[in-house]
């Protein structure tokens, strides 16, 4: 009898993961349709003011699409961060021969580390535990600022699935979000108090920037305040 409800409580919980990965997976589509319907990925996240002297930051290359439609457009420089080697060297040998895109094979973060990331496509996360992991590096981002002598950005996009949180606020906290003109982020909501810490850093980048766009948990861009 134990045995048979063992069985019973295993299938019922496996089903009930399986309809809650459903309905969440409905629930992030459903968010996605507005954005989709604009085509906000040829539009809204490639029109800015721009030249070819601006400096612009790939956080999350994965195969460096978004980097390579922003430099067609405006010539400018890209750094572009992607701390997954398979993906890092695509993207270095895909730019090999333009000397204005840099690509570094490590991410920005909050400090200086050394991570696991479970690889899932443009998903892979370190915030989640499925398929097979890799080992990736995480760099201190104002320590690289620094070392670049880094006085401007004039684009920083960010799409590192969960580690945009602890970014943005030692951003914040070290007040370098000033030197960031544009802010252009993909906030993701499968990270503990998702929402909460997402309001609390859109209240605080109020003070320096403006929403030129928002789609809730899809993107949206912070402008400086002249």
Known sequence: MIKFLSKVIFKLGKLFISVSGKMYQDAREKRAIPWFEIQGDKTLRLDYELDEKSLVFDLGGYEG???SDIFSKYSCFIYIFEPVE???EKIRQRFSKNKKISVYKFGLGKQNQNA???????ASSMFKKVGRTTNIKILKAVDFFSRKNIKQIDLMKINIEGSEYDLLEHLLETNYVKIIKNIQVQFHDFVPNA???MKRIQEKLQK???LTYQYPFVWENWRIKN
Request: glycine share 0%; hydrophobic share 30%; no cysteine.
């Open 116 to 122: 696991e990331i479970s690889l899932e496509k443009s």
């Open 86 to 88: 398979e993906f890092f």
């Open 195 to 197: 929402e909460k810490r």
């Open 65 to 67: 699409q978004w980097a």
């Open 208 to 210: 320096t920037h403006y």
